[in-house]
């Protein structure tokens, strides 16, 4: 596992060669790391994928043993190009065999098909748990720290809400610092802040065609003295006239 002094680290793997090519622009890697954020909880991967199963295979067996949990996201429909959990299977080292809970679920709903077209919905790796939430029709499947998602934005979002509780952690503390001069100017101040401040995450990110201000600073961590130091040591370091304001979330 990745470490951290602070709590559960998450890799996302999304799948799908519509997202590679452009015909659909990817929204459930930018929900779930806003989601996490606000959960208190490291997001420090995501992996998109083609619709290949060694693909899938190569970056489960990488992400399963380092990282604490690990969401999927597409390619577990009934369609040729629905290898997703093909690829986890493959990754962790397993064969894929009827699920009775899956296999009954999908009978009360396609009674004709689960015994054709959607047979293949069935099939999940030894070991496979289904994850009911609250209002959910249909679980989430869990295998190992793995939690797979549909790839279709409003599904996951309903999934991932319904459990999202399950995986909260002490919150992120965060302050911005709107400085009105050049990124440039402001790295010494920076490396001075963060040698100081062991454990902060300081980001800078230049603002363009602002009169106020040029660069926002920000200043993050589960620990508010951390913060706090951090704010005071670089606020010490900015002239005044150069700070345009200080906002906390």
Same mark, same amino acid.
């Given at each position: 596992m990745i470490e951290t002094s602070s709590g559960k680290t998450v890799a996302i793997v999304i799948t799908g060669n519509e997202i590679l090519s452009g015909k659909v622009t990817e929204q459930n890697a930018h929900y779930m790391a806003g989601e996490l954020r606000a959960l208190g909880v490291h997001l420090e991967r995501i992996a998109i994928l083609p619709d290949c199963v060694d693909r899938i295979a190569e970056e489960i067996a990488y992400c399963q043993p380092r990282f604490d949990l690990v969401f999927t996201s597409g390619g577990i429909g009934p369609t040729h190009d629905d290898v997703t959990i093909e690829g986890i299977a493959k990754g962790l080292g397993q064969i894929l065999s009827p699920h009775p809970g899956l296999y009954e679920l999908l009978k009360q709903f396609y009674p004709?098909? /689960? #015994?054709?077209?959607? !047979? !293949?919905?069935?099939? /999940?790796?030894?070991?496979?748990?289904? $994850?009911?939430?609250?209002?959910? !029709?249909?679980? $989430?499947?869990?295998?190992?720290?793995?939690?797979?998602?549909?790839?279709?934005?409003? =599904?996951?979002?309903? !999934? =991932? @809400?319904?459990?999202?509780?399950?995986?909260?952690?002490?919150? =992120?503390?965060?302050?911005? $610092?709107?400085?009105?001069? @050049?990124?440039?100017?402001? /790295?010494?101040?920076?490396?001075?802040? $963060?040698? #100081?401040?062991?454990?902060?995450? /300081?980001?800078?990110?230049?603002v363009l065609h602002q009169n106020e201000y040029k660069v926002i600073v920000t200043l993050e961590s589960k620990e508010i003295i951390t913060l706090k130091r951090g704010v005071a040591t670089l606020l010490a370091l900015a002239p005044q006239e150069l700070i345009w304001k200080v906002e906390s979330v």
């Amino acid at each position: 596992m990745i470490e951290t002094s602070s709590g559960k680290t998450v890799a996302i793997v999304i799948t799908g060669n519509e997202i590679l090519s452009g015909k659909v622009t990817e929204q459930n890697a930018h929900y779930m790391a806003g989601e996490l954020r606000a959960l208190g909880v490291h997001l420090e991967r995501i992996a998109i994928l083609p619709d290949c199963v060694d693909r899938i295979a190569e970056e489960i067996a990488y992400c399963q043993p380092r990282f604490d949990l690990v969401f999927t996201s597409g390619g577990i429909g009934p369609t040729h190009d629905d290898v997703t959990i093909e690829g986890i299977a493959k990754g962790l080292g397993q064969i894929l065999s009827p699920h009775p809970g899956l296999y009954e679920l999908l009978k009360q709903f396609y009674p004709m098909e /689960v #015994e054709t077209s959607l !047979k !293949k919905m069935t099939l /999940v790796p030894e070991g496979t748990e289904l $994850i009911y939430g609250n209002h959910l !029709k249909t679980p $989430i499947l869990m295998i190992k720290n793995i939690y797979i998602f549909p790839g279709v934005s409003e =599904f996951l979002r309903k !999934k =991932f @809400d319904a459990i999202k509780e399950r995986f909260r952690e002490s919150p =992120f503390h965060l302050t911005r $610092i709107f400085l009105n001069l @050049d990124e440039e100017r402001i /790295v010494p101040w920076l490396n001075q802040t $963060i040698a #100081e401040c062991p454990g902060l995450l /300081v980001g800078s990110y230049p603002v363009l065609h602002q009169n106020e201000y040029k660069v926002i600073v920000t200043l993050e961590s589960k620990e508010i003295i951390t913060l706090k130091r951090g704010v005071a040591t670089l606020l010490a370091l900015a002239p005044q006239e150069l700070i345009w304001k200080v906002e906390s979330v």
